[in-house]
T-cell receptor, first 115, second 111 residues
Framework: AQSVTQLDSQVPVFEEAPVELRCNYS??????LFWYVQYPNQGLQLLLK??????LVKGINGFEAEFNKSQTSFHLRKPSVHISDTAEYFC?????????????FGKGTTLSVSS | NAGVTQTPKFQVLKTGQSMTLQCAQD?????MYWYRQDPGMGLRLIYY???????DKGEVPNGYNVSRLNKREFSLRLESAAPSQTSVYFC??????????FGPGTRLTVT
């Protein structure tokens, strides 16, 4: 069965610093990949997605992620973070070989941006 | 276009009480889902409905039942609430295996 590992549970950074949130998934031939953000006391909002095509995917709020099939990774990056990026971030995978199932989520990474 | 709506937003129950969490979506999606979110556990799937008229168990179905009332609505029922069911519950919908759209959540406390 598919699984997702977010390698860091908490990432503290200073404002305007770059950040990378790491995500690995278990091997599969075909997957769709997603990053979601959850601001305090809110639901999840889609940041970006990889379905096919270019391995570098750009999302909202200046975030981007790179799909690396050989390393089964989908790391999220932002070159310069803001205080408002403080939130919890979830990586998720949809296994195309298991039709009809829901997304598999990682346990989340809390990004804390301070001044 | 409200997206995914959930009611209630907050609920406090006593052990053994029952309640139903309501979810509705106006995006004409076929698939709907119920998750629970607990600290350090991420989101865990309780039940899902791939299409109207079908429901399937997820990772943590014990103690819950669901009803896919029609294409728009998917409810989650706790028949006899337990403190272990204290959590934040999210409903989501999607078109097949593509991205899911989430509701704002229901914060449930069972005392």
């Amino acid at each position: 069965a598919q699984s997702v590992t977010q390698l860091d549970s908490q990432v503290p950074v200073f404002e305007e610093a770059p950040v990378e949130l790491r995500c690995n998934y278990s091997s599969s031939v075909s997957v769709y990949l997603f990053w979601y953000v959850q601001y305090p006391n809110q639901g999840l909002q889609l940041l970006l997605k990889y379905l096919s095509g270019s391995t570098l995917v750009k999302g909202i709020n200046g975030f981007e992620a790179e799909f690396n099939k050989s390393q089964t990774s989908f790391h999220l990056r932002k070159p310069s973070v803001h205080i408002s990026d403080t939130a919890e971030y979830f990586c998720a995978v949809s296994d195309l070989n298991q039709a009809g199932t829901a997304l598999i989520f990682g346990k989340g990474t809390t990004l804390s941006v301070s001044s | 276009n409200a997206g995914v709506t959930q009611t209630p937003k907050f609920q406090v129950l006593k052990t053994g009480q029952s309640m139903t969490l309501q979810c509705a979506q106006d995006m004409n999606h076929n698939s709907m889902y119920w998750y629970r979110q607990d600290p350090g556990m991420g989101l865990r799937l309780i039940y899902y409905s791939a299409s109207e008229g079908t429901t399937d168990k997820g990772e943590v179905p014990n103690g819950y039942n669901v009803s896919r009332l029609n294409k728009r609505e998917f409810s989650l029922r706790l028949e006899s609430a337990a403190p272990s069911q204290t959590s934040v519950y999210f409903c989501a919908s999607s078109e097949q295996i593509y991205e899911q759209y989430f509701g704002p959540g229901t914060r449930l406390t069972v005392t």
